[in-house]
Each structure stands twice: as C-alpha cells, then as structure tokens.
C-alpha cells in the first residue's frame, strides 16, 4: 500500500467509525467499500463508504471534508445498494473523473447470467447526482446471450445492445433519452435507467 494511500485510511476509517451507528454488540461497523478523491474541487479529500445493511443491502455514507475540523458526514442512504452474502456479491467503488466515481455492484458469484451495475455519482452544482448508469450481463451457457447498456444521464446519450440467445431478438441502438440525472438524496435501491428497460424483459 502507498504511503499516502495508508495515511488517508488511518485518518478517514476511525472518522467514518465515529459517524456510523454502532453494531448491537457496541462496536463500529466495519465498512465493506471505501473511496476518497477531491470530488468538489476545494483542494481536500472527501470520501464515502459503504456499509453493511438490513436485508441483503448496503448503506450509502458520503463525507466531505470542510478543511476546518476534516470529515463531516453529509448524506447517508441506509439500503440504496444490493449486496449479496457470498464471494461475488460484494458492492465496490471505482474512481470514474476528478468529480465522479461508480458504486459497483454485481452477482458474479452462482448463477447463469452474472451480473454487473454501476451507478455513477458526479459533484455538481455543489452537490452529488446519480449522473450515469451502466449494466452488462451474460449467459454462462449461451455465450450468445449478453447485454450491455450505458446511460449518460448528463447528456441522455445511450447505448445499449441484447445479444439474441434463443429466446429474444438481437437489439443494438444508440440514441438519446429524456432520462436525466437526479439529486444523490432521491436514490433509492433498485433504481435502473428506464434506457436499459429491454435488457431486463
């Protein structure tokens, strides 16, 4: 691990520890995902965590840092983000611009058709939108079988393509959709971009 990398994590894990609730057994929960980057611009490290859940689900925490007394808690969604109980299954970040990363998640793990979702959250206009969504899956028994979608909610350009398999028509379009990006209070688990609606029937 880098230097600085460590040097964050020592500074931000006890930080988010003190914001989150305690587990029924009285000590912190322990975060299943962590990101920071200077998502507003302001020259100071913010971060979000994920959290385990109610019900198979995670909790959403995003912290931003007021360069005074450091992290601040500034929006916490308890179960915006599915997260399974098996190797597979585990939601993540991945870093997308210098304002915007992706919460991950994915069903890998059992199944015939694994599974992938991001959901990309950029700063703008002094805040978090849900700025994209992206989707792929695939048959492990019909490689024929496959989707993938992406969704610009900034611009409402989209593509999207649905391999034929056996049972549905080959689909391939690009075009732009009405579908624009919403405020990061407004997600809520399940949430899908309506652009994507054909590689779900």
């Given amino acids: 691990m880098c230097p600085r990398l460590a040097l964050l994590l020592a500074l931000v894990l006890p930080l988010a520890a003190q914001a ?3 587990t029924p057994g009285g000590s912190p929960r322990q975060p299943i995902a962590a990101i920071s980057g200077d998502w507003n611009g302001d020259e100071a490290l913010d971060a979000a965590f994920l959290y385990p859940g109610a019900d198979g689900l995670a909790d959403l925490v995003v912290m931003i840092n007021n360069q005074v007394t450091g992290l601040e808690t500034v929006l916490a969604l308890p179960g915006v ?3 399974g109980p098996m ?3 585990a939601p993540a970040f991945e870093p997308r611009s210098e304002t915007s990363f992706a919460i991950r998640s994915e069903q890998t793990g059992i199944g015939r058709t694994p599974w992938h979702q991001w959901v990309t959250l950029a ?3 002094g805040g978090f939108v849900v700025a994209g969504y992206d989707y792929s899956f695939y048959d492990r028994l019909d490689l024929s079988h496959y989707g993938e979608c992406s969704v610009n909610l900034l611009t409402g350009a989209y593509t999207l393509t649905h391999g034929p398999g056996d049972e549905v028509p080959e689909i391939t379009r690009q075009g732009s959709t009405e579908e624009r990006g919403f405020p ?3 997600l809520r688990e399940g949430w ?3 652009a994507c609606d054909d590689l779900f029937r």
Avoid: K, Y
């Fill in 192 to 194: 899908q971009a309506r």
């Fill in 87 to 89: 190797a597979g299954q």
């Fill in 81 to 83: 983000v599915w997260s």
């Fill in 123 to 125: 700063w703008r206009d």
């Fill in 20 to 22: 989150e609730p305690l």
């Fill in 184 to 186: 990061l209070a407004d």
